[in-house]
Structure formats: structure tokens, C-alpha cells
């Protein structure tokens, strides 16, 4: 079996991305915010000492597995499409990975509920 690969012109660019590339780039934009509104916005409020401090469970819990998916999607896409399978798609084999982030995700929002209460807030 040959395999030919056709090169591209001189000059000429393909910058459109894969869908899988795509949807990682996605989950790993989704995983910042959420670590950021979930973890690091919290975390400075309590330092600046405001008066209310919001912690929200969702978005700690869940930004390990989006940032994951997104650099699993974006780095190696036929792994994270074996493994994990296609976005939209049952697969089981992918809550072998998403269950234990699930509980890294927890065990995050535990932690920086402890912090929050070191500066006095109760949570």
C-alpha cells in the first residue's frame, strides 16, 4: 500500500482548524473561564476582603474535566476520539477519565473553600 501526499503552493496556508482541534480548543477556552470564575475570582475576592464572597460548586467541579477534554481534543485528537469518543457520542470508556476529574474537581472545590473560610468568610 503507497501512500501519496499532495503538498500545498508556495504561499498558500490552511488555517482552519479540524473539527476535533476545534471543539479541544473550545473545552480548553470553557476550562479557563471556569477556573478562573471558579477558583481564582473567589480566591482574590476573599484576599481584597469584600463583602460577599460567591463560590460556585459547578464550575470548580467541572473545570478539570473541560480543560482535559480540551487538551486531549486539541493535542492528540484519534487518541481522545478512541478513548473518549466523539463529541455528542456514548462512549463508557470515557468515565474512566471524566470520574476521577470529577472528584480532582471536588476535591478543588473543597480546597478553596478551606482557603475562603481562612479569611474569615463562611461558606
Request: with cysteine; charged share 10%.
Amino acid at each position: 500500500m503507497t501512500r501519496s501526499f499532495r503538498s500545498s503552493p508556495a504561499g498558500e496556508t490552511n488555517a482552519e482548524l479540524p473539527p476535533s482541534r476545534r471543539i479541544g480548543c473550545f473545552g480548553l477556552l470553557c476550562g479557563a473561564i471556569l477556573v478562573y470564575l471558579s477558583v481564582a475570582t473567589p480566591l482574590q475576592d476573599a484576599a481584597r476582603h469584600v463583602h460577599m464572597v460567591r463560590l460556585p460548586v459547578e464550575g470548580a467541579v467541572l473545570a478539570p474535566v473541560f480543560t482535559f477534554a480540551g487538551f486531549a481534543y486539541t493535542l492528540a485528537p484519534t487518541w481522545a476520539y478512541r478513548v473518549l469518543g466523539r463529541p455528542g457520542t456514548s462512549n463508557a470508556t470515557r468515565w474512566y477519565f471524566y470520574g476521577p476529574l470529577l472528584v480532582v474537581g471536588w476535591l478543588l472545590y473543597q480546597t478553596v473553600k478551606q482557603k475562603i473560610a481562612g479569611y474569615g468568610y463562611a461558606i
